[in-house]
């Protein structure tokens, strides 16, 4: 079945750096967009980057700022979150979603906790 599974969550002092890796399997992963999102008790889920499955074009949210960037490798079934400059606010749960048509799948999400 359809499985995605996140992972380099972690705690990190604000300025720091982490990637984030999200591998896919159970589905053509080459064929499928994908994307991050992040969630927070206070703001729910929130989108934060996207990645297409074709010529890889990428798209963020406005408060990325710079900071993330998004990429993929289909030889590895995995797609990537590079994060920057950490910041405080940028605490929370960040999971990955595959997208094909009105197909869609989540992972379980990996904890990011920006912290001194």
């Known amino acids: 079945q359809v499985q995605l599974v996140e992972s380099g969550g972690g705690l990190v002092q604000p300025g720091g750096s982490l990637r984030l890796s999200c591998s896919g399997s159970?589905?053509?992963?080459?064929?499928?967009?994908m994307s991050w999102y992040r969630e927070t008790p206070g703001k729910g889920r929130e989108f934060v980057a996207h990645i297409t499955s074709g010529d890889g074009h990428t798209k963020y949210a406005h408060f990325v700022k710079g900071r993330f960037t998004i990429s993929r490798d289909n030889a590895k079934n995995t797609v990537y979150l590079q994060i920057n400059g950490l910041l405080p606010e940028d605490t929370a749960v960040y999971y990955c979603e595959a997208i094909r048509g009105a197909l869609n799948a989540w992972g379980q999400g990996t904890l990011v906790t920006v912290s001194s």
């Open positions: 159970g589905f053509s992963f080459s064929d499928y967009a």
